[in-house]
T-cell receptor, first 110, second 114 residues
Framework: GQQLNQSPQSMFIQEGEDVSMNCTSS?????WLWYKQEPGEGPVLLIALYKAGELTSNGRLTAQFGITRKDSFLNISASIPSDVGIYFCAGQLAGNQFYFGTGTSLTVIP | DSGVTQTPKHLITATGQRVTLRCSPR?????VYWYQQSLDQGLQFLIQ???????AKGNILERFSAQQFPDLHSELNLSSLELGDSALYFC?????????????FGPGTRLTVL
C-alpha cells in the first residue's frame, strides 16, 4: 500500500516547548488529516486540511497542507503534559483511499 | 466518549476460527468505517459503508467481510483467522459519505489469535 513517512518516530520534550512533526509521501493527496491517539482509546481527529497551502489552527495546534500536496506538518506550541500520546497523519487519495502514517509518540516531561 | 460503541472489547480465539466484531455508530451518523491497527502495519483503512451500501474499500483481505444493517450498525466478519490477524480493530462513524468528514472512533476491539 501507500507509504506515509512520518517523522520523528518519537519525541521527548520539556513542558512548554514547541513540537513539530511531519508527514511526507511520494503520492499526491487530496486531504490531509491529523489524529491523536491515547492509550486504550481510538484516534481523535485534531485537524483536517482540504487544500494545498492551507494552514489551519486548533488551539495550540497548527497544521499545514504542503504546496506539493505530498506533505503536511503539525506544530504544537507550548506543550503541556496532556499532549502526551501518539500523533498520526492520514492522507486521502482520489478514489477515497485513506492511508495513515506510522505515528509520532510524544512524551512531555513536566 | 465518542458515542461509537464496539463489542466485544477483547476477543481471544484460535487460528482457523471465525469471529464477528460489532459496531454501533453515533446517533445520526450514516457512515461506518473499519480500521485495523497492528504493531507492524500501523493503522490501515479496511472498508467504509454509507447508509447500508459499501462506499470505499481499502486493504481488506478476502477472508474479511463487512456489512451495514438497516439500523446502521455494522459487523466485520473475520474468517480463517491467522496469527497475523491479531490486532486492534477500530470502527469509526461520520455523518456524511465523504471520508474527510469528521470521523469519530470507537474504543476498539482487541483481537488475539493464538
Amino acid at each position: 500500500g501507500q507509504q506515509l513517512n512520518q517523522s520523528p518516530q518519537s519525541m521527548f520534550i520539556q513542558e512548554g516547548e514547541d513540537v513539530s512533526m511531519n508527514c511526507t509521501s511520494s503520492s499526491i493527496f487530496n486531504t490531509w488529516l491529523w489524529y491523536k491517539q491515547e492509550p486504550g482509546e481510538g484516534p481523535v481527529l485534531l485537524i483536517a486540511l482540504y487544500k494545498a497551502g492551507e494552514l489551519t489552527s486548533n488551539g495550540r495546534l497548527t497544521a499545514q497542507f504542503g504546496i506539493t500536496r505530498k506533505d503536511s506538518f503539525l506544530n504544537i506550541s507550548a506543550s503541556i503534559p496532556s499532549d502526551v500520546g501518539i500523533y498520526f497523519c492520514a492522507g486521502q487519495l482520489a478514489g477515497n483511499q485513506f492511508y495513515f502514517g506510522t505515528g509520532t509518540s510524544l512524551t512531555v516531561i513536566p | 466518549d465518542s458515542g461509537v460503541t464496539q463489542t466485544p472489547k477483547h476477543l481471544i480465539t484460535a487460528t482457523g476460527q471465525r469471529v464477528t466484531l460489532r459496531c454501533s455508530p453515533r446517533s445520526g451518523d450514516l457512515s461506518v468505517y473499519w480500521y485495523q491497527q497492528s504493531l507492524d502495519q500501523g493503522l490501515q483503512f479496511l472498508i467504509q459503508y454509507y447508509n447500508g451500501e459499501e462506499r470505499a474499500k481499502g486493504n481488506i483481505l478476502e477472508r474479511f467481510s463487512a456489512q451495514q444493517f438497516p439500523d446502521l450498525h455494522s459487523e466485520l466478519n473475520l474468517s480463517s483467522l491467522e496469527l497475523g490477524d491479531s490486532a486492534l480493530y477500530f470502527c469509526a462513524s461520520s455523518w456524511g459519505a465523504r471520508e474527510a468528514d469528521t470521523q469519530y472512533f470507537g474504543p476498539g476491539t482487541r483481537l488475539t489469535v493464538l
